[in-house]
Nanobody, 124 residues
Framework: EVQLVESGGGLVQAGGSLRLSCAAS????????IGWFRQAPGKEREGVSC????????YYADSVKGRFTISRDNAKNTAYLRIDSLKFLDTAVYYC?????????????????WGKGTLVTVSS
């Protein structure tokens, strides 16, 4: 059974940093691309970053470039999303998802499996 479990969310002050984790099981982690998404209250889900399986290429939404860093540790079957200089507008539920062909799809659409999310709340 495929499982993706996000962790690391919580209440943080604006300007701080946070690292989210996505622990994976039930599939060959190395083969899959991994994406991070977020959904703020009252808004649609937004793809923020993706990392491919083959060469570890990384992609970011324009809205988060320079502050978000995606990474993966294939030995630990875990992906990470570091968020620096947190802003109130970063408040959202953050989800990880994986794509079976190993490449980050355009717009990060078409992911195959999803986690249940972790809540990040940024206080101003």
């Amino acid at each position: 059974e495929v499982q993706l479990v996000e962790s690391g969310g919580g209440l943080v002050q604006a300007g701080g940093s946070l690292r989210l984790s996505c622990a994976a099981s039930g599939f060959t982690f190395d083969d899959y691309a991994i994406g991070w998404f977020r959904q703020a209250p009252g808004k649609e889900r937004e793809g923020v970053s993706c990392i491919s399986s083959r060469d570890g290429s990384t992609y970011y939404a324009d809205s988060v470039k320079g502050r978000f860093t995606i990474s993966r540790d294939n030995a630990k079957n875990t992906a990470y999303l570091r968020i620096d200089s947190l802003k109130f507008l970063d408040t959202a539920v953050y989800y990880c998802a994986v794509e079976r062909w190993g490449s980050c799809p355009p717009g990060f659409h078409g992911m195959d499996y999803w986690g249940k999310g972790t809540l990040v709340t940024v206080s101003s």
